[in-house]
Nanobody
Framework: EVQLVESGGGLVQAGGSLRLSCAAS????????ISWFRQAPGKEREGVSC????????YYTESVKERFTISTDNAKKTVYLEMNNLKPEDTAVYYC???????????????????WGQGTQVTVAS
């Protein structure tokens, strides 16, 4: 059974940084994608960033480009989201999710994901 466990959230001042981790276990698929999503109170869930297992193709939603970086440690089966220059509007619960199959990262937010983590809270104070 696939399990995804997020960590690294917390409270940070605007302009600060956090690194989220998504530790995956039970992954036996050759091709898959892992994305970070976030949901702020009263808002719909939105895709933040996606990375594919096949070629480390990456994609970012416009609002986080140049500030967030997604990466993967294949040996540890962990995906990271480095978040810099955080803004109050980045405040949300962040989830990682895994989609089985081959996709291009830029389409990573168009699919229904197969597995989800429990989420980690990120709060950015102004």
């Amino acid at each position: 059974e696939v399990q995804l466990v997020e960590s690294g959230g917390g409270l940070v001042q605007a302009g600060g940084s956090l690194r989220l981790s998504c530790a995956a276990s039970g992954v036996t698929f050759r091709d898959y994608a892992i994305s970070w999503f976030r949901q702020a109170p009263g808002k719909e869930r939105e895709g933040v960033s996606c990375i594919t297992s096949s070629d480390d193709d990456t994609y970012y939603t416009e609002s986080v480009k140049e500030r967030f970086t997604i990466s993967t440690d294949n040996a540890k089966k962990t995906v990271y989201l480095e978040m810099n220059n955080l803004k109050p509007e980045d405040t949300a619960v962040y989830y990682c999710a895994l989609l089985v199959g081959w996709i291009t990262a830029e389409r990573g937010f168009e699919y229904e994901y197969d597995y989800w983590g429990q989420g980690t809270q990120v709060t950015v104070a102004s």
